[in-house]
């Protein structure tokens, strides 16, 4: 079929998945198909299933006629490809308010196609607005909603990320991605972006905390957290306003159906947006600079009325309460293990251990021995044990297991990496020995 168009029903090859799609997925598929080209689009009878490029031709072969119409279903709020380290977030399948949120590893290259080096990018759909997002088939830096430095977004379009962790909830979840390749060519030597989303029940709102943490350089550099307003083409007619609450620096989309984000910066401090930021601006920056950084933003989704938030606390401690719900980043031990304050190996605390994650390590002194949880998938994991210096203490290989198990380990005090391999599956865990 040649080069594809940006929009997925203008392609041709959405009826040919209908024959070709896993049958354990497919319900998940023919739900989406009807709801989005198919018998209960809201569209016109002749733009419906998949009219461009011959892919009508398809349809007529293989949509299941003689099956019932297929009815939506949301089994858990956050899914994600770690063959490619994306997370996205739903708080429900219902319609054109849903709450879509997405953050990107990019682990993925593709060669001899229109790639870009979209690690630590972010998206949200809500309300039937892109608030933003990008930056599509594009490569300008004011097209990304991502973490820039020294004003670019990348400097090898190939440059890859990788996921780190991530635990499900029942309102959301928490994931965290590596920048990886893509954050190195531009002269850091590690970041994080951590993404808490939390979707309060009863409600048609969202909560999400976006928490960049960029690792000591010996150079300085300008660190911009930035988000592309509605997509590479246009601004989706957000209307940006920027200001101060609670002493820190605040700024409101407003979408379609009233809906809405309004943003806090919580950290750093010294956080400040461009003077000639306007209510069209686009993008929306918010800047800091020096050999390290951190930047918490947290972001409320809802419609109607802005409400007001009340912050407590100071840097990376801050709690919000806004519109009847208070949280804060102590809630969640991925996320304050890897924003603890700098200092010495010994002085960070990390909560590696979670039932709610794939594979769960934790140091226990007593029987100076490694807690682990491997899931119960069949298969043999690979688990590698290395020190800060990147040597290998212990390798060991771990058979599916319903309950932990205790290995023995001696080693001097410090952060260790557990580094899980099964088959293509592959995560890392933190731990510390005191």
């Given at each position: 079929m040649g080069a594809d168009e940006g929009r997925l029903h203008q392609n041709g090859w959405l009826s040919l998945l209908l024959e070709i799609t896993p049958e354990e997925a497919f319900p998940r598929y023919r739900a989406w198909y009807d709801r989005a080209i198919g018998v209960l689009a809201d569209r016109p009878l002749d733009s419906?299933?998949?009219?461009?490029?011959?892919?009508?031709?398809?349809?007529?072969?293989?949509?299941?006629?003689?099956?019932?119409?297929?009815?939506?279903?949301?089994?858990?709020?956050?899914?994600?490809?770690?063959?490619?380290?994306?997370?996205?977030?739903?708080?429900?399948?219902?319609?054109?308010?849903?709450?879509?949120?997405?953050?990107?590893?990019?682990?993925?290259?593709?060669?001899?196609?229109?790639?870009?080096?979209?690690?630590?990018?972010?998206?949200?759909?809500?309300?039937?607005?892109?608030?933003?997002?990008?930056?599509?088939?594009?490569?300008?830096?004011?097209?990304?909603?991502?973490?820039?430095?020294?004003?670019?977004?990348?400097?090898?379009?190939?440059?890859?990320?990788?996921?780190?962790?991530?635990?499900?909830?029942?309102?959301?979840?928490?994931?965290?991605?590596?920048?990886?390749?893509?954050?190195?060519?531009?002269?850091?030597?590690?970041?994080?972006?951590?993404?808490?989303?939390?979707?309060?029940?009863?409600?048609?709102?969202?909560?999400?905390?976006?928490?960049?943490?960029?690792?000591?350089?010996?150079?300085?550099?300008?660190?911009?957290?930035?988000?592309?307003?509605?997509?590479?083409?246009?601004?989706?007619?957000?209307?940006?306003?920027?200001?101060?609450?609670?002493?820190?620096?605040?700024?409101?989309?407003?979408?379609?159906?009233?809906?809405?984000?309004?943003?806090?910066?919580?950290?750093?401090?010294?956080?400040?947006?461009?003077?000639?930021?306007?209510?069209?601006?686009?993008?929306?920056?918010?800047?800091?600079?020096?050999?390290f950084a951190d930047f918490v933003v947290a972001l409320y989704v809802g419609q109607g009325e802005f409400p007001r938030a009340s912050i407590d606390g100071e840097g990376l401690t801050s709690r919000i309460t806004v519109a009847g719900h208070s949280a804060g980043l102590n809630e969640y031990p991925g996320v304050i293990e890897g924003l603890s304050p700098r200092g010495s190996a010994s002085q960070t605390h990390v909560a590696a251990y979670s039932t709610r994650t794939n594979y769960g390590i934790r140091y226990h002194s007593g029987q100076k021995a490694l807690i682990v949880s491997v899931p119960s998938n069949p298969g043999i994991t690979t688990m590698r044990i290395v020190n800060s210096a990147g040597q290998t203490v212990l390798l060991e290989s771990l058979s599916p297991r319903s309950h932990p198990r205790a290995i023995p380990l001696r080693a001097a005090s410090g952060v260790y990496f557990a580094k899980f391999c099964r088959g293509s599956t592959k995560q890392t865990r933190l731990f510390h020995v005191p």
């Amino acid at each position: 079929m040649g080069a594809d168009e940006g929009r997925l029903h203008q392609n041709g090859w959405l009826s040919l998945l209908l024959e070709i799609t896993p049958e354990e997925a497919f319900p998940r598929y023919r739900a989406w198909y009807d709801r989005a080209i198919g018998v209960l689009a809201d569209r016109p009878l002749d733009s419906r299933f998949d009219h461009h490029f011959g892919g009508t031709t398809w349809s007529l072969i293989f949509y299941p006629v003689d099956a019932p119409a297929s009815r939506p279903f949301h089994q858990q709020p956050m899914v994600y490809d770690l063959s490619f380290s994306n997370f996205l977030f739903r708080n429900r399948v219902q319609d054109e308010n849903d709450i879509m949120f997405s953050l990107w590893g990019d682990g993925f290259t593709a060669r001899n196609s229109w790639d870009l080096a979209e690690c630590t990018a972010i998206s949200l759909i809500a309300f039937n607005t892109r608030f933003f997002g990008g930056p599509s088939k594009t490569n300008e830096p004011e097209n990304f909603s991502t973490l820039l430095v020294d004003g670019n977004p990348s400097a090898n379009k190939k440059a890859t990320g990788d996921y780190f962790d991530f635990w499900h909830t029942t309102r959301g979840g928490y994931a965290v991605v590596l920048g990886g390749q893509k954050y190195h060519s531009l002269g850091c030597n590690k970041v994080l972006r951590h993404a808490v989303v939390e979707y309060p029940p009863n409600e048609n709102t969202a909560l999400i905390f976006v928490v960049d943490r960029i690792y000591p350089t010996s150079t300085s550099h300008v660190y911009t957290w930035q988000l592309n307003i509605g997509d590479s083409e246009d601004n989706d007619s957000v209307l940006v306003t920027t200001g101060m609450e609670s002493q820190r620096p605040s700024f409101i989309l407003e979408g379609r159906n009233d809906g809405f984000v309004k943003g806090w910066v919580l950290h750093p401090a010294d956080a400040k947006f461009p003077e000639a930021m306007t209510e069209s601006i686009d993008p929306l920056q918010i800047t800091t600079e020096g050999t390290f950084a951190d930047f918490v933003v947290a972001l409320y989704v809802g419609q109607g009325e802005f409400p007001r938030a009340s912050i407590d606390g100071e840097g990376l401690t801050s709690r919000i309460t806004v519109a009847g719900h208070s949280a804060g980043l102590n809630e969640y031990p991925g996320v304050i293990e890897g924003l603890s304050p700098r200092g010495s190996a010994s002085q960070t605390h990390v909560a590696a251990y979670s039932t709610r994650t794939n594979y769960g390590i934790r140091y226990h002194s007593g029987q100076k021995a490694l807690i682990v949880s491997v899931p119960s998938n069949p298969g043999i994991t690979t688990m590698r044990i290395v020190n800060s210096a990147g040597q290998t203490v212990l390798l060991e290989s771990l058979s599916p297991r319903s309950h932990p198990r205790a290995i023995p380990l001696r080693a001097a005090s410090g952060v260790y990496f557990a580094k899980f391999c099964r088959g293509s599956t592959k995560q890392t865990r933190l731990f510390h020995v005191p």
